[in-house]
C-alpha cells in the first residue's frame, strides 16, 4: 500500500497524531478514536494493523497490553517525496515573511494616529 493511501485515511492519521505524543497503549487510542469517529474497536484495530503492516507505527507487549508508537521511517519517505513540491507553499511562506516585515516596520514609523512621527530637527 502507497504510504499515501495509508495516510489518506482520517482515522489512521488520528491515531499517528496521538501516537506523535507518545507511545500510548492501543486501548487508550482505541478509546479517543472510538469517541471521535464513533467506529468499532474491531475497526480501530484494522486501523492500527494497517499502520503497523505498512511500517508507519511499531508494537510492543507490555505484560497484556500492547504498546504502539510512531516509526519515522515511513514518514521520511512521505517527506523526502514532498520535497519536490515544497517550493509551492515556501514561495508563499516566504512572501508572507516579507509582508509581515514590512507591516512591523511600518508599525514602528507611524505614530498611534497612523501618522509619520515629528521630525525633531524641524521648528515647531
Do not use: C, K, N
Amino acid at each position: 500500500m502507497h504510504a499515501l493511501d495509508v495516510l489518506g485515511d482520517p482515522v489512521r492519521r488520528r491515531v499517528l497524531e496521538l501516537l506523535a505524543e507518545g507511545e500510548q497503549s492501543a486501548g487508550a487510542v482505541t478509546a479517543v478514536v472510538r469517541e471521535e469517529f464513533g467506529i468499532s474497536q474491531p475497526a480501530v484495530s484494522q486501523h492500527l494493523r494497517v499502520l503497523r503492516e505498512t511500517g508507519f507505527t511499531t508494537v510492543r507487549a507490555d505484560g497484556a497490553r500492547r504498546l504502539y508508537a510512531v516509526d519515522p521511517t515511513r514518514l521520511r519517505e512521505v517527506d523526502r517525496w514532498l520535497d519536490r513540491f515544497r517550493r509551492f507553499w515556501e514561495q508563499r511562506l516566504d512572501a508572507l515573511g516579507t509582508e509581515l516585515a514590512r507591516g512591523a516596520r511600518a508599525r514602528r514609523t507611524t505614530t498611534p494616529a497612523g501618522r509619520p512621527p515629528a521630525d525633531p530637527q524641524e521648528d515647531p
